[in-house]
């Protein structure tokens, strides 16, 4: 019996019932025969509430400050599953970041992960305990200072962790069954994914399913730590996230794992910009320079008569203040003529490894648009994705007739399980 | 300007506006040119809300992962200090007690300071920051786990950081103007006292006077580090607690100091006990060997019929069930008759370091208590302190009338605030 890392959101260890519930499954695992290693995240929104609080001090807390006040929730959260677990008769030890040997660089608020000095943990392990670690939270060993990871943060603890210490798999607890065809609470006819590979979670993820956060599938894949989505509220095998499976061949893949959607970008259009060498490069490195991730990018074709062209891209809604001032800024050096800005569009992306050996599944999904009546903004393609933009209040609908159009709805509707029901 | 230690309590820093107040005396003392140290409690009730959690899970939870959960409240505390003080454009920094070098034993719940090694502190100061740092906490040096110093932790905390760096004061900043005469909320008329030496605070503390705990006098009185017990709510001088200051004579001292109270004890009697030698010594290595401190013992002449004797002592009400079921464990090879245990009981202290060299003091005392119609069930003197036991329900009326007694009424009614009313 070897180890499994085990990841529990907030959801999951929200009160102390939960608590309960969680240490249940876990004490079931150590008897089972494996070592056990949790990574446990904060309570419910305990770190919303200290957010607030910091807002309710100052608008500018120092990020350092703000890594010591956040990094209290996992405390919480980590002394009382330990707590939970013994109560069953489990020994159990929590240990913060540190402590478990989480290095980081010294970026508050979203640090990287720069390597894992595991041995308080193989120490625990080897003396009979099961070990609860702090997600979210490393040391930056120059200053000794405790830093944040940032969003997906417990995710990628857990995956790091699981790395060092050779897991056998990483167990990520959360409040759905695992990797759906769609969000179920869009597509109710969306089916959960038995397996999907590293790349094409990485598409998923990266094309707005929440379920897993981009940096913990790429840290899984880099390290080849098989990853297991799953409930918590349920003993339902989950979505098993792996490399592909050698001498399963093309044929028996399916073309297509899912359909992801994302309502929370915004396109930003540079009008009227003069088409010469140099352009696209110089209003990119200004959204770049206000650290500004763009996602899709398109640009048309230049009238001829006026060898002015437009530029448009896409990005995370909540960066589009600081991007349209970042290009005001040098309306001059690039000579445009205006800037557009719409936050009312939507995302949707067809993901699936077998996408590249079948020619016209961008043309199915276009037919599949045009048929429910959606109009198509900007297209985007890669190896194993088709992403198109569409009006924000279409996305769903979209969803819905792709999902139907690539033959993804689940014959029996009572497969479906979303959200938490307990037990 | 020299280094000013300053320690708030968790009513200073109850709320975000409470703790901007605080922030905003900080920089002051910062910017009159002082170098600031500030040790700082979990906010307002959040360690009782802490310890409702970790029942809410189990009736046993383990000390280690207590002391884990329980030092959360002060990364909150500190982290939003430092953030309104930084808000003020000071530049601070807050440190756990395992950054500040505060060094423990491995008593989890009850951690005795070792050492401190403030390295990180020092040169924070010289870096021009103020210093925030956890109080209650330390580490355990040799498993790097984080402990709690237990009641009163705080105030230790902040002495042990003024000892080892050398501080001017340490400043106590709680909700009352100091140390009073007596307790303001029995005598209206208590009187805020300017300066007491570490004996007398010593026997104040013993005695059940709240606003410093007897560790935290007893640490300062070691490293003579002067404290200065002040209201965080008012700009009023507090009372000063140090050696006895040379030149002064006995003449100019007061007599008396103060009178304490303490509600909090009850009173177990051995009944029939034969009157044999070693007969004490067996009743209380039995009380201690169930980590029982007792206060104050009477031993009845035995009556001369019988060879029996009784045998009473006092200690704190919470540990009456431990010290009765030692005591019946024991009773056939005590060999007494009875035990008695009763709750009812009130302990007056009268304080003083002139009472040694003034004869008279406890004739008067008692004098004062007859005739206030007051009986007294026990008796016990040191050398600057006469204690008595009453029935507790005539204790507040007895703390009134051996004030009036000794002269200790304030004049001025004015001159006395208690309590906070903020500003």
């Known amino acids: 019996m070897g180890l499994i890392v085990q990841k529990y959101g907030g959801s999951s260890v929200a009160d102390a019932p939960a608590i309960k519930r969680v240490a249940k499954r876990i004490a079931e695992t150590r008897r089972a025969g494996h070592d056990v290693v949790v990574v446990v995240s904060a309570m419910g929104d305990t770190t919303d509430e200290l957010i607030d ?83 979210f939270q490393g040391v930056n060993p120059t200053t000794n200072d405790v830093t944040t990871l940032g969003r997906g943060g417990s995710d990628t603890t857990a995956v790091a962790l699981a790395a060092a210490l050779g897991a056998e798999v990483c167990e990520i607890y959360t409040d759905v069954d695992g990797v759906f065809s769609a969000d179920p609470r869009i597509v109710p006819t969306a089916r959960k994914l038995d397996r999907v ?38 003993g339902r095998e989950g979505t098993l996230v792996t490399d592909p499976v050698e001498g399963e061949g093309q044929m028996e893949q399916p073309i297509i794992s899912g359909v992801a959607h994302d309502p929370s970008e915004a396109k930003v259009t540079v009008v009227g910009v003069p088409d010469v060498p140099g352009t696209a490069a110089s209003v990119f490195e200004a959204v770049a320079a206000a ?33 349209t001032a970042a290009l005001q800024a040098v309306k001059e050096q690039l000579g445009y003529e205006s800037l557009q800005y719409d936050d009312q569009i939507g995302k949707l992306s ?33 190896e194993i994705r088709v992403s198109v933009i569409t009006r924000a209040d279409q996305l769903e609908d979209a969803v819905r007739a792709v999902h139907t159009a690539f033959g993804l709805d689940a014959e029996e509707q009572e497969a479906i399980v979303y959200g938490g029901t307990g037990r």
Chains 1, 2 share one sequence.
Not at 91 to 112: K, L, M, N, W
Not at 292 to 321: C, E, K, Y
Request: overall charge negative; glycine content about 8%; aromatic content about 4%.
């Open 53 to 135: 609080l910091a807002n309710a001090i100052t608008p500018m807390p120092p990020a350092r400050e703000m890594d010591i006040l956040l990094t209290a929730g996992e405390r919480i959260s980590m002394s009382l599953l330990a707590m939970a677990i013994a109560n069953l008769g489990v020994s159990a030890q929590s240990f913060t970041g540190q402590q478990a040997g989480v290095i980081t660089d010294e970026a508050h608020g979203r640090a990287r992960i720069l390597e894992v000095r595991a041995d308080r943990i193989t120490q625990a392990l080897a003396d009979g305990h099961v070990a609860i670690v702090a997600g």
């Open 197 to 234: 590979t590293y790349e094409e979670m990485l598409d998923l993820a990266a094309s707005g399913a929440k379920v897993l956060m981009l940096r913990c599938v790429e840290f899984a894949r880099r390290y080849h730590v098989p990853l297991h989505v799953r409930s918590s509220f349920s």
């Open 291 to 323: 650290g500004v991730n763009v996602d899709m990018i398109v640009q048309n074709v230049s009238a001829a008569q006026t060898g002015l062209t437009d530029i448009s891209f896409t990005l995370p809604s909540a960066d589009g203040p600081k991007a």
């Open 350 to 382: 067809l993901i699936g490894a077998g996408m590249k050996s079948h020619p016209g599944v961008s043309a199915k999904l276009f037919g599949a648009l045009r048929d429910a009546g959606i109009n198509i903004e900007m297209i985007s393609t890669s």
